[in-house]
Structure formats: C-alpha cells, structure tokens
C-alpha cells in the first residue's frame, strides 16, 4: 500500500469521525429544545391556572392575598380623616361539645363549669349558662371576651369551651355620633346610619380598602354633643336634637339626637335611643318659621316698606280660633320689631297679605313637603297641610303650627336665608373640594340680605339675646312651640328650638338647637321658652366650634344694620 492511499484512508476517517460528532451534537441539542420547550408549556399553563384562579375562582375559602390583607369591613373616618368606625380581631367564647370525639364534652359538671365562667365573667347569668353546658347544645356563651379572659378560661381545662377570633367592629368614639353612623348587626349588616348606606363600599373586595369618609368632622360634632347634654341636664329636658351645617355646600358638620346610644353595645336598654330626633321626628318648631314667612313676603312685595306698622295689642279672632302674643309687645309693630320680638298677631297678619297659594309655594320650595334630603334611611315625613291653604291655615303654619317637620327641614330652610336664597339638599357625604350641589333659588339676594340683617337684629336687641357670643356674630329666631296631644295642644310641655347662623356678615353655618319638654329650672330662671334654654346652647358651642372652623372672634367687624336700626329706637343707641 502506497503512502498516498494511508493518507487518503485516514483523511477519510477524520471526515466521518467529524460528521458523526455534529449529528450528535445536532441531536443533543434537539433534545434539549424540546425538553424546554415541554417545560416551558407546563410552566406557562400553570401560571395562566393560578391566575385565572386568582382573578375569576377564588372563594371566600380561597381569598386573594390583596384580600386577606383587608378588613373584611372597611373603616369610616370624618372630614379630617379621623377614625369613626373600624373592625379588629376580637374573641368569643363558644360552647363545643363535638370537640371531643368519645366521652363527656366536659370535664368537670356543668354546675362547676358555669360557676368557673361568672367567677370570670361576672355579668354572665349563671342558671342560663349552667343550662346550655347541660344541654350539650353548641352555641355562643358570650359572643365578645378580652384576650385576658379567654386565658383564664382556656386554664380551665375544658376542650369544649372554644375561642374563636372574629370580626368586631369597634367604634373608638363610644355613643359619639351615634345616629350618623349607626351600626353593625350580629349577622354583619349595617344598620341605621351611614354603616347602613356606605354598606356596598365597605364590604366590596375593590373599594373597602379605600375608608368611606362623611361630612362630619369629630372635634365639631363632640363639642355640639357636650353642650346640647348640657342644656338637657340645666333645663331638665327629656331630649334634644341639634345641625351644624355648611350653608354653601349642605354638609353636616355634626348632627346629634340625644339621648344617644352605644353602637359597641346594642341591648334592649338602648334600642329606644337609636331613633333620630333630627332626621326621623317631626316637630311643630314655632316662631323660628316666622323668618321664612318675612321673607317670602318681602320676595313677593307684599311687604314694601319695613317700617310698615301693624296693630299688636288685639287677639285676632277667625273661624273660632283666636290668634294672641304670651304678652303685649306694644300697640304696633314694624317688621323688624315683630320678628325681634317674636310677634303672632303681626306675623298672621303679614301671612294674610301675602296669601295662601304663595306661603305654601314657598314652603314647598324648601321642601318642607317632603322628607328630610340626606342619606340617612331613617327620615320623617312632614306632618304637611294639605289641599288649599285656607286663611287661618297660612296664618298659623306662618309662625310654625298647623305644620311639622324635622329640625334637618330647618336647618336648609335657614341656609337657604342667609346664603343668597339657594336651597340645597343636606348631605352626610364628604365633598370634594369646590364640588357644590346643585340647588334651587328660593329667596331674591336682595330679600335674603334683609333677612341676615334682621336675624342680627334679633339676637342683638330681641329675644336671642342669650345666644349671642362676643366677635362671632350671631343671628337667629327662637321658636317654643306647645306640643300637641290628644283634645288639642298641651300648655305645660313645650319644643324649644333655636336656629341660628354666624357669622351674619359672611354666613358660613347654620346651628339648629331644640330641646324637648324642658322644664322651669333654677338654671333657666324658671322659664321653659327657647330665650332661656336653647338660646344660651348656641351662645357657648359657638365660641367652641367657631376657631375649629375658620372663624375667629373679631369685634371690630358685624353686619351693617344701620339702615334699620331708626325703626327700633327704643332699643338701639
């Protein structure tokens, strides 16, 4: 064999040597393209399983860990975002007897057991409890126990006494603003106030996360509270109701209806509390509609001149009532001086002029035909006349009798008086910035200016002396008011209310306070009438609120009411 042919063979060898090793790498790699590729599918699948899971599948057993990480109720705060309502993790104490699978649930008696928990829980009823253990019936001893009973009775040694840990809602303001927020049932509904119409937002897995606020802002609302109980306490008053309320927007500062309730603790003692003076009871409100009826007559021109005297010193006598003042004021009155002074007989007289078709149509335009406008559910209907306004039907409904309404129905009439002449709805939701409701023009600018005039007038030289509060100028009417009862009206039980604004040069609020049935007290000088009671609430929760509010006491600034001040001599200097 010849060189040439050796070379040749092994030239040949390295060629096929070569060959075989690229199929064999080319192979590998093949492989190893389809073993990722089959991974790749497997991975894909079970992260497009655990999606779908997540997003579309999910039940409450298999929450989503955004979810497990939310209050099962979301919060409620106020304006400034303090918290009103909220939930927690609280123990219970349950009765097991299934813990054990063989032998007696307990392993002392019943009658031991029962006397261990009341020595534990001493406002447990021990018969009852003594019962259910003998029983063997599974069910809640108490439904809510502190953590530190729950580790005396877990020392017990009982296996069959259980403690689950569950949702509470929990109201860090105790019965503050009871009425606005309401409550949570047992079966985790809300009820009555806000809990009840925020319900959907604070259970929804997409919104509870986010707090439900309300209008209310709490320092306002706890000051509105302590002052209204104190009026009760001097007056000796068996409730009372009380608004502060935004007279561009409708917002509720505060609303309180007291006696209140504790929304920690609903029982049979408080169930009576937890209906709402202010949104739910109707009232007739007496002289502080007397306002409304001025100015519907000066928007219509039958009243022309405001020093227009009318005779004050005779009981008007229709259809077989007689229309009379508690005293005699004078001889005649102006307009000024009738409202100042708090006169029936002018009043009637002034609603006789303007007419029945025109005072209703302005009643109707504050709505005081309807039920009160704001969220909560629980709202009075209107006791409302009805058909055509006879002529002693618009002479008593013009100084509040013959009609009854909310004292919520009061507080947006008098917004719309002082603000311009726009009625807007009151609401218990938190608005945006600059975000204002829609309204309806009720009084002329004009008329609503005299009317912010007058109330100042009232409270300066009139019978809201006792509301007045140094810088903060006040204005306002008082209004007492017998209350009906079976074969007419009751003389010796009164509603006492006073509804006032401030401050009367740039009206920002409106505070609206009555008490019900108070008495004569050393306190009040022996008088039940709203002069002496209702009056001075609003002369001490003014000064309280006001700086909380933005507005200082500055007794260089008030309303100019000069124009006027010739028509009551006697009084201004």
Same mark, same amino acid.
């Given at each position: 064999?010849?060189?040439?042919?050796?070379?040749?063979?092994?030239?040949?060898?390295?060629?096929?040597?070569?060959?075989?090793?690229?199929?064999?790498?080319?192979?590998?790699?093949?492989?190893?393209?389809?073993?990722?590729?089959?991974?790749?599918?497997?991975?894909?699948?079970?992260?497009?399983?655990?999606?779908?899971?997540?997003?579309?599948?999910?039940?409450?057993?298999?929450?989503?860990?955004?979810?497990?990480?939310?209050?099962?109720?979301?919060?409620?705060?106020?304006?400034?975002?303090?918290?009103?309502?909220?939930?927690? *993790?609280?123990?219970?104490?349950?009765?097991?007897?299934?813990?054990?699978?063989?032998?007696?649930?307990?392993?002392?008696?019943?009658?031991?057991?029962?006397?261990?928990?009341?020595?534990?829980?001493?406002?447990?009823?021990?018969?009852?409890?003594?019962?259910?253990?003998?029983?063997?019936?599974?069910?809640? &001893?108490?439904?809510?126990?502190?953590?530190?009973?729950?580790?005396?009775?877990?020392?017990?040694?009982?296996?069959?006494?259980?403690?689950?840990?569950?949702?509470?809602?929990?109201?860090?303001?105790?019965?503050?603003? =009871?009425?606005?927020?309401?409550?949570?049932?047992?079966?985790?509904?809300? *009820?009555?106030?806000?809990?009840?119409?925020?319900?959907?937002?604070?259970?929804?897995?997409?919104?509870?996360?986010?707090?439900?606020?309300?209008?209310?802002?709490?320092?306002?609302?706890?000051?509105?509270?302590?002052?209204?109980?104190?009026?009760?306490?001097?007056?000796?008053?068996?409730?009372?109701?009380?608004?502060?309320?935004?007279?561009?927007?409708?917002?509720?500062?505060?609303?309180?209806?007291?006696?209140?309730?504790?929304?920690?603790?609903?029982?049979?003692?408080?169930?009576?509390?937890?209906?709402?003076?202010?949104?739910?009871?109707?009232?007739?409100?007496?002289?502080?509609?007397?306002?409304?009826?001025?100015?519907?007559?000066?928007?219509?021109?039958?009243?022309?001149?405001?020093? *227009?005297?009318?005779?004050?010193?005779?009981?008007?006598?229709?259809?077989?009532?007689?229309?009379?003042?508690?005293?005699?004021?004078?001889?005649?009155?102006?307009?000024?001086?009738?409202?100042?002074?708090?006169?029936?007989? &002018?009043?009637?007289?002034?609603?006789?002029?303007?007419?029945?078709?025109?005072?209703?149509?302005?009643?109707?335009?504050?709505?005081?035909?309807?039920?009160?406008?704001?969220?909560?559910?629980?709202?009075?209907?209107?006791?409302?006349?009805?058909? *055509?306004?006879?002529?002693?039907?618009?002479?008593?409904?013009?100084?509040?009798?013959?009609? =009854? &309404?909310?004292?919520?129905?009061?507080?947006?009439?008098?917004?719309?008086?002082?603000?311009?002449?726009?009625?807007?709805?009151?609401?218990?939701?938190?608005?945006?910035?600059?975000?204002?409701?829609?309204?309806?023009?009720?009084?002329?600018?004009?008329?609503?200016?005299?009317?912010?005039?007058?109330?100042?007038?009232?409270?300066?030289?009139?019978?809201?002396?006792?509301?007045?509060?140094?810088?903060?100028?006040?204005?306002?009417?008082?209004?007492?008011?017998?209350?009906?009862?079976?074969?007419?009206?009751?003389?010796?039980?009164?509603?006492?209310?006073?509804?006032?604004?401030?401050?009367?040069?740039?009206?920002?609020?409106?505070?609206?306070?009555?008490?019900?049935?108070?008495?004569?007290?050393?306190?009040?000088?022996?008088?039940?009438?709203?002069?002496?009671?209702?009056?001075?609430?609003?002369?001490?929760? &003014?000064?309280?609120?006001?700086?909380?509010?933005?507005?200082?006491?500055?007794?260089?600034?008030?309303?100019?009411?000069?124009?006027?001040?010739?028509?009551?001599?006697?009084?201004?200097?």
């Amino acid at each position: 064999m010849t060189a040439l042919s050796v070379s040749a063979r092994v030239s040949t060898g390295r060629r096929l040597l070569a060959t075989s090793r690229q199929r064999s790498l080319l192979l590998a790699k093949w492989r190893t393209l389809w073993v990722l590729a089959v991974f790749g599918a497997i991975a894909a699948s079970a992260i497009f399983r655990i999606g779908f899971l997540g997003l579309f599948q999910h039940t409450p057993e298999q929450k989503t860990m955004a979810e497990k990480l939310l209050p099962e109720r979301g919060e409620i705060v106020d304006r400034k975002g303090e918290p009103l309502a909220r939930e927690f *993790k609280a123990y219970a104490l349950r009765f097991n007897p299934e813990a054990l699978d063989d032998g007696p649930p307990l392993v002392k008696s019943p009658k031991d057991v029962a006397a261990a928990l009341v020595r534990i829980l001493p406002d447990l009823d021990r018969d009852k409890v003594e019962a259910q253990l003998a029983s063997g019936k599974k069910g809640y &001893v108490r439904r809510r126990i502190l953590p530190e009973d729950a580790n005396r009775i877990h020392a017990l040694g009982e296996p069959a006494l259980e403690f689950p840990r569950e949702p509470e809602r929990y109201y860090p303001q105790g019965s503050m603003a =009871a009425h606005v927020l309401g409550f949570v049932s047992a079966d985790g509904e809300g *009820k009555v106030g806000m809990e009840a119409v925020y319900h959907k937002h604070l259970t929804d897995p997409l919104t509870r996360g986010e707090p439900a606020q309300v209008s209310i802002d709490a320092r306002v609302q706890g000051a509105l509270e302590d002052e209204l109980g104190r009026g009760m306490a001097l007056s000796n008053a068996k409730g009372g109701a009380a608004v502060i309320l935004d007279v561009d927007t409708g917002e509720l500062l505060a609303l309180a209806s007291l006696p209140a309730f504790n929304p920690n603790k609903i029982d049979q003692a408080s169930t009576p509390n937890i209906f709402n003076r202010v949104t739910n009871q109707v009232y007739e409100l007496g002289s502080t509609f007397k306002p409304i009826s001025f100015a519907a007559a000066i928007d219509a021109g039958t009243i022309t001149h405001l020093g *227009k005297r009318y005779q004050a010193s005779r009981a008007l006598e229709l259809s077989g009532f007689k229309i009379r003042d508690s005293h005699v004021i004078g001889q005649s009155l102006n307009v000024p001086q009738a409202l100042m002074y708090s006169s029936n007989i &002018v009043t009637a007289q002034i609603a006789d002029e303007l007419g029945g078709e025109k005072l209703k149509a302005t009643m109707e335009a504050l709505a005081m035909n309807k039920r009160p406008a704001v969220e909560l559910p629980a709202k009075g209907l209107p006791l409302w006349p009805q058909g *055509k306004w006879s002529r002693i039907t618009t002479m008593t409904v013009s100084y509040g009798h013959g009609i =009854a &309404v909310t004292p919520l129905h009061l507080a947006s009439a008098y917004a719309s008086l002082v603000n311009g002449g726009i009625w807007r709805p009151a609401t218990l939701r938190r608005l945006e910035v600059g975000e204002v409701p829609t309204g309806r023009r009720v009084f002329k600018a004009a008329t609503s200016a005299r009317m912010r005039q007058m109330l100042r007038m009232t409270v300066v030289y009139g019978t809201g002396k006792k509301a007045d509060a140094p810088g903060f100028r006040i204005g306002g009417k008082t209004g007492s008011a017998e209350k009906p009862g079976q074969g007419g009206y009751r003389r010796s039980t009164l509603v006492s209310t006073f509804a006032a604004a401030f401050p009367m040069d740039h009206p920002r609020y409106v505070i609206i306070v009555m008490l019900d049935e108070p008495k004569g007290t050393a306190a009040t000088n022996g008088q039940r009438t709203a002069a002496w009671n209702a009056a001075p609430v609003v002369g001490r929760v &003014v000064p309280r609120i006001g700086p909380l509010l933005g507005v200082m006491p500055d007794e260089t600034r008030d309303i100019d009411i000069s124009d006027l001040r010739p028509l009551i001599p006697g009084e201004a200097h």
